[in-house]
């Protein structure tokens, strides 16, 4: 029997990288795209898979990279929307500027990502599954200095919601993940950003984040890919249109 094909969007780095390998483990031909192509060609070397540089705010990027996806191997059966951008200031500071970078990356990347493969999929009668990386932060707003990043994650869950809804009669499933604190290099940044914000050290910074999570650590990547693995595996045959939450009880809904 051939791979799965499947690829991740942002999988340069963090969450997406963890996710390339966890897809791996499990028997996919991965496909590792970023919009840094150096980082996603050395994630691709460690698994075997195929390194491609895509933008995720560029719909005609995503089309081409989809159209190469099956031009190499035939087919797509896994679509991981990754990749993700977060900025942390004030609400009152925010600038039109920063507000649409940040719904360009999380939203509109998902968007534009989305229809290009769901096309590809429909039109070959492929019945696969598409799982876009939300946050903690699309299921509750009380998160400190990002207001842009909240609204834009927000938007993925309704998103999510409306795909699913649509692609079901294609037998195709979408689903969210929403993660908590989890220790990638856009955490690194996001901790230096409160502590300036808050006065704090950056390691009292990590330590509230802690404090706030029941089950008393960071979350690490590979929690987070190991429930994606989840829901694009046949034991998730019957979820759709989900937003699973992996936060270690930071967050209950
Ligand atoms: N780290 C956390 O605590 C956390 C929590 C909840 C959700 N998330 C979400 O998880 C996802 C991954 O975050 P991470 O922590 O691994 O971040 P990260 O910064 O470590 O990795 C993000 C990757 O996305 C890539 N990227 C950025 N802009 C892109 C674009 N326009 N097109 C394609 N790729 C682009 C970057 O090059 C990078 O490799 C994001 O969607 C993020 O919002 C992260």
Redesign the pocket.
């Given at each position: 029997m051939t791979s799965p094909i499947a690829a991740v969007?942002?999988a340069?780095?963090?969450?997406?990288a963890a996710i390339a390998r966890e897809l791996a483990r499990r028997g996919h031909r991965v496909v590792v795209t970023?919009?840094?192509v150096d980082?996603a060609t050395r994630v691709a070397e460690e698994i075997d898979g195929v390194a491609l540089g895509?933008?995720?705010?560029d719909p005609v990027a995503c089309d081409e990279v989809v159209h190469e996806i099956f031009e190499r191997f035939g087919t797509l059966d896994v679509w991981v929307s990754?990749?993700?951008?977060?900025k942390m200031q004030r609400f009152l500071d925010v600038s039109p500027g920063d507000l649409a970078r940040t719904f360009e990356?999380?939203t509109y990347?998902v968007f534009y990502a989305g229809q290009s493969v769901a096309r590809e999929m429909v039109a070959r009668g492929i019945r696969g599954c598409i799982v876009n990386?939300a946050?903690?932060a699309a299921k509750q707003g009380r998160v400190p200095f990002l207001s842009d990043y909240v609204a834009s994650k927000f938007a993925v869950l309704g998103l999510t919601q409306a795909m699913a809804f649509e692609l079901a009669e294609h037998g195709i499933r979408v689903n969210s993940v929403c993660?908590?604190?989890?220790a990638?290099?856009?955490?690194e940044r996001e901790l230096a950003w409160e502590a300036s914000l808050r006065g704090m050290e950056p390691g009292a910074v990590r330590q509230l984040w802690i404090n706030d999570t029941p089950m008393k650590r960071l979350e690490t990547?590979e929690d987070v890919a190991r429930v994606v693995g989840f829901l694009v595996s046949e034991d998730a045959a019957f979820v759709t249109g989900e937003a699973i939450s992996v936060n270690g009880g930071a967050f209950m809904d």
């Open positions: 969007t942002g340069g780095s963090g969450i997406g970023d919009v840094d980082a895509l933008d995720v705010t990754n990749a993700g951008i977060s990356v999380n990347g990386t946050s903690m993660p908590g604190f989890v990638t290099p856009m955490q990547p």
